[in-house]
């Protein structure tokens, strides 16, 4: 019976995202006692301040799971040097209105995968920033810039590499007992 449920935001709308695959891989890798809720925020209105008084549907849904939830792991792509704006739409909703954030205190992971050299680095360094002005503690080794080539990936969607799964694996290991920690 799982003891801790962590939401899952991918910052990526694409199904066959390189970061939604990678998400379902590291999931793949979680304790047994540790249950994982991918959290849909493609639907989300774009935010308006002058929607907090009476939040549409899907941004309360949304709030609820991030509330229900004992912490986060954010999958980024990078998108011009810093997270997309579904990804930023969706922070930005669950932490309003003032006062009312789901995401305080909620202990975060934070990785991504690119095809480029330096992975989501820069987008995880914006993400972090957010996070810390939102009152989350994040986990900050080791950090994950995976850069994705052929093969990365295998057949089943996990992690082909021995090397990278072995990483990974310490990713989440040392994510489970942050939340252990901080939930």
């Known amino acids: 019976m799982s ?15 390189i ?48 509330s229900e939830s004992q912490g986060v792991i954010f999958v980024t792509p990078e998108y ?3 997270v997309s704006g579904v990804l930023k739409n969706a922070v930005d909703h669950a932490s309003r209105p003032y006062g009312q954030s789901a995401w305080a205190g909620k202990p975060a992971g934070v990785l991504g995968a690119s095809v480029g050299a330096a992975g989501t680095s820069m987008a995880q360094q914006h993400l972090r920033n957010m996070l810390a002005y939102l009152d989350m ?6 950090e994950v810039f995976i850069q994705v080539k052929d093969g990365f990936f295998d057949a089943d969607g996990g992690i082909a590499s021995t090397d990278s799964k072995k990483f990974l694996q310490g990713w989440m290991d040392r994510y489970a007992a942050w939340v252990k920690k901080h939930a």
Do not use: H, W
Request: aromatic share 6%.
């Open 137 to 142: 503690p994040t986990l900050g080794q080791p």
């Open 80 to 82: 011009n040097r810093s």
């Open 19 to 66: 970061n939604r695959q990678l998400a379902k891989a590291v999931i793949a890798l979680g304790p047994a006692e540790f249950s994982f809720q991918q959290i849909e925020i493609g639907n989300l209105p774009l935010y308006n301040q002058d929607d907090d008084a009476q939040q549409a549907a899907e941004v309360l849904r949304l709030k609820r799971e991030i």
């Open 3 to 17: 003891q801790f449920k962590i939401a899952v935001v991918v910052g990526s709308l694409r199904k066959e995202s």
